[in-house]
């Protein structure tokens, strides 16, 4: 028998409203996880929570840098019961340190807002040769990208395409039910400690470009409403200069 603000509940009563909430399960699943494996399956629910909040309401990160957007991430993280922590020191400055309740455990993540490959390709080499984890016995970490253009699936996939062709040693892919076109799995050998290391990339698709009257009238969005039209005007006129009979 346990007492809760003045009353007498049952360990029945008590886990039956565990059964019946979302938020108390996750946290028991991770405090009682049996392995670290299970612990980082149980920590990628929970992030993926936190990124559905996120991608329900991108206008609220159209200004946002990376750095205010894994606060939130970390936040949620932390609510849920985990220990996250930002700016976390261990080989450099982690974006977000994840710690389970075994010091050996931990999980880390690199964010980068997707400007270009380059961005994302410097955020790996952080994640994968300057970064560390708990334990190189238990390495599991992550790239965030936070996607404010169209198509976050193209965007993964053409960043995919880069890191396969990194040349790096026992590389291997390996899909992601969790969501779809928007993550990936990658292993490769680890430099320092010659251990397999395992990074999941996910796309956060943060693009908000309204379109529907006010969207279109609204000021703020004017310049990008612009530019995108700038460019579908470029490919229109490329395409058209490749046709037989155009003038060049």
Same mark, same amino acid.
């Given at each position: 028998?346990?007492?809760?603000?003045?009353?007498?509940?049952?360990?029945?009563?008590?886990?039956?409203?565990?059964?019946?909430?979302?938020?108390?399960?996750?946290? #028991?699943?991770?405090?009682?996880?049996?392995?670290?494996?299970?612990?980082?399956?149980?920590?990628?629910?929970?992030?993926?929570?936190?990124?559905?909040? #996120?991608?329900?309401?991108?206008?609220?990160?159209?200004?946002?840098?990376?750095?205010?957007?894994?606060?939130?991430?970390?936040?949620?993280?932390?609510?849920?019961?985990?220990?996250?922590?930002?700016?976390?020191?261990?080989?450099?400055?982690?974006?977000?340190?994840?710690?389970?309740?075994?010091?050996?455990?931990?999980?880390?993540?690199?964010?980068?807002?997707?400007?270009?490959?380059?961005?994302?390709?410097?955020?790996? #080499?952080? #994640?994968?040769?300057?970064?560390?984890?708990?334990?190189?016995?238990?390495?599991?970490?992550?790239?965030?990208?936070?996607?404010?253009?169209?198509?976050?699936?193209?965007?993964?996939?053409?960043?995919?395409?880069?890191?396969?062709?990194?040349?790096?040693?026992?590389?291997?892919?390996?899909?992601?039910?969790?969501?779809?076109?928007?993550?990936?799995?990658?292993?490769?050998?680890?430099?320092?400690?010659?251990?397999?290391?395992?990074?999941?990339?996910?796309?956060?698709?943060?693009?908000?470009?309204?379109?529907?009257?006010?969207?279109?009238?609204?000021?703020?969005?004017?310049?990008?409403?612009?530019?995108?039209?700038?460019?579908?005007?470029?490919?229109?006129?490329?395409?058209?200069?490749?046709?037989?009979?155009?003038?060049?």
């Amino acid at each position: 028998m346990t007492r809760l603000n003045g009353k007498d509940v049952s360990l029945e009563e008590l886990g039956a409203l565990v059964a019946n909430s979302e938020f108390a399960f996750d946290m #028991l699943r991770h405090e009682f996880a049996n392995d670290y494996d299970e612990f980082v399956e149980t920590l990628y629910d929970n992030i993926d929570k936190a990124i559905g909040k #996120l991608e329900q309401n991108p206008q609220f990160y159209e200004d946002a840098e990376e750095d205010k957007i894994t606060h939130e991430i970390a936040n949620m993280l932390s609510m849920a019961g985990y220990d996250a922590r930002q700016g976390e020191t261990s080989g450099g400055n982690v974006d977000l340190t994840v710690k389970g309740y075994k010091s050996a455990w931990s999980w880390v993540g690199e964010a980068k807002i997707y400007k270009t490959i380059d961005n994302l390709r410097e955020g790996f #080499l952080q #994640l994968s040769t300057r970064y560390r984890t708990a334990s190189p016995v238990y390495a599991k970490a992550g790239i965030l990208a936070y996607i404010k253009r169209k198509d976050a699936a193209g965007c993964l996939k053409i960043w995919l395409d880069e890191i396969s062709a990194m040349g790096l040693v026992d590389f291997a892919v390996a899909k992601c039910t969790r969501r779809g076109s928007l993550s990936f799995y990658t292993t490769h050998k680890h430099e320092a400690s010659g251990l397999p290391i395992q990074v999941r990339h996910s796309a956060i698709s943060l693009y908000h470009l309204p379109k529907d009257r006010s969207g279109l009238a609204a000021q703020k969005y004017q310049d990008a409403h612009a530019a995108e039209a700038a460019a579908k005007a470029q490919v229109c006129a490329s395409n058209v200069s490749g046709l037989p009979g155009s003038v060049p």
